[in-house]
């Protein structure tokens, strides 16, 4: 939850909430496209997340997941291949063809906001990878369209799910959206599947974080038992995640985190 309810703040505090995010989401751009241009063949998960350290520093931005995730211990999470979210970057190094998605989040003068993209290692993914990562970015502007206050997360996850049912693609239901605001995970949930009609109803000044989490085959996921964060699909399919924070508008939605 955040600190206090939307309706509470004063236009002023809602002002500077929404500056707030709105230049964290710059940030957070900046430094996933600075991680996608060092994510090379030979590099290592340990390598990035310094890297990633580091331009935290520059941009004086704090790693969320070093505050609220003490027991994770890094300040990004990179999953390879079968790895949907969270995982936990080692020393073993890239290859070319190897998917690795990127997610952060940061906080930004007290307010944070979260961004994921996934990729293929070399640039040349194959046909089923391209056609995975695709789709999983595609759902998320279908899902978001002409989103404005008053609509329901419902219709969020309806437009998502069908869209991937339609390319016959796996959507995870073990993990989903939520709100953003003082805290990394806020409400309301914003699931990537459900009904148009259902879910709560957003308000204007609300942020949002939708991220699609795909699988080119079984939906069933499981954790790690080795580092207890890595979150495998449990048939060892490849998938896909992919992210951005979301600002209500009266009238339609901002993408805040958008490269």
């Not at 909430?17 to 241009?37: D, F, H, N, V």
């Not at 040349?124 to 995975?132: Q, R, S, T």
């Not at 939708?210 to 038992?225: A, F, H, N, Q, W």
Request: glycine content about 10%; proline content about 3%; aromatic content about 6%.
């Amino acid at each position: 939850m955040s600190e206090k309810p939307l309706k509470d703040f004063t236009a002023a505090e809602l002002e500077q909430k929404i500056t707030a995010q709105r230049e964290g989401g710059k940030i957070i751009a900046t430094i996933l496209k600075e991680m996608k241009s060092h994510a090379v063949a030979g590099v290592t998960g340990l390598e990035l997340d310094q890297l990633n350290r580091e331009l935290c520093k520059k941009y004086k931005v704090e790693p969320t997941y070093l505050k609220e995730a003490k027991s994770f211990g890094y300040s990004i999470c990179i999953s390879k291949n079968d790895v949907l979210i969270h995982g936990v970057p080692n020393d073993e190094p890239f290859e070319d063809g190897d998917k690795v998605s990127f997610d952060l989040t940061i906080g930004h003068k007290g307010w944070c906001v979260d961004s994921a993209f996934t990729m293929v290692v070399g640039g040349k993914p194959n046909a089923a990878l391209k056609h995975l990562i695709g789709a999983t970015e595609q759902s998320f502007y279908v899902g978001t369209k002409n989103i404005k206050a008053g609509s329901r997360t419902g219709e969020i996850g309806s437009r998502i799910e069908q869209f991937l049912c339609s390319k016959k693609l796996g959507v995870i239901k073990d993990y989903i959206g939520h709100g953003i605001g003082r805290s990394m995970h806020e409400d309301p949930e914003v699931p990537n599947y459900g009904y148009a009609k259902s879910g709560a109803v957003l308000e204007a000044g609300q942020t949002i974080c939708v991220e699609p989490m795909v699988s080119l085959g079984g939906i069933k996921t499981k954790i790690d038992r080795h580092d207890g964060w890595s979150v495998h699909i449990a048939d060892g399919s490849l998938c896909a995640h992919y992210e951005h924070t979301i600002l209500i508008l009266k009238n339609g939605a901002e993408i805040l985190t958008a490269w």
